[in-house]
């Protein structure tokens, strides 16, 4: 199983970016399909998740401002991070069950 997240970067506050996270070794459409991220100093913490069927949810900090989604075709999740803050700099993980995780695209947002 890989997953192969890439889209991170630097960006200034108010922007946005698009991480994409690449699966292989899976069946992708029956996999829910997870982000997570990391600031330095701070444990591991729930950004968005999407169910097979596409249903979504959101950690309250990040709502209304990212968007998850997946193509199952392409065998990608997705994830839309619009109008940035300088506290969502971190590493930003995808996550599968039962506990496949890519090894992480940094996002830094300037102030």
């Known amino acids: 199983v890989q997953l192969v997240e890439s889209g991170g970067g630097l960006v200034q506050a108010g922007g946005s970016l698009r991480l994409s996270c690449a699966a292989s070794g899976i069946v992708f459409s029956i996999q829910p399909m997870k982000w997570y991220r990391q600031a330095p100093g701070k444990q591991r913490e729930f950004v968005a998740a999407?169910?097979?069927?596409?249903?979504?949810n959101y950690a309250d900090s990040v709502k209304d401002r990212f968007t998850i989604s997946r193509d199952n075709a392409k065998n990608t999740v997705y994830l839309q991070m619009n109008s940035l803050k300088p506290e969502d700099t971190a590493v930003y993980y995808c996550q599968t069950f039962p506990n496949y995780w890519g090894q992480g695209t940094q996002v830094t947002v300037s102030s």
């Open positions: 999407i169910t097979t069927n596409g249903r979504t």
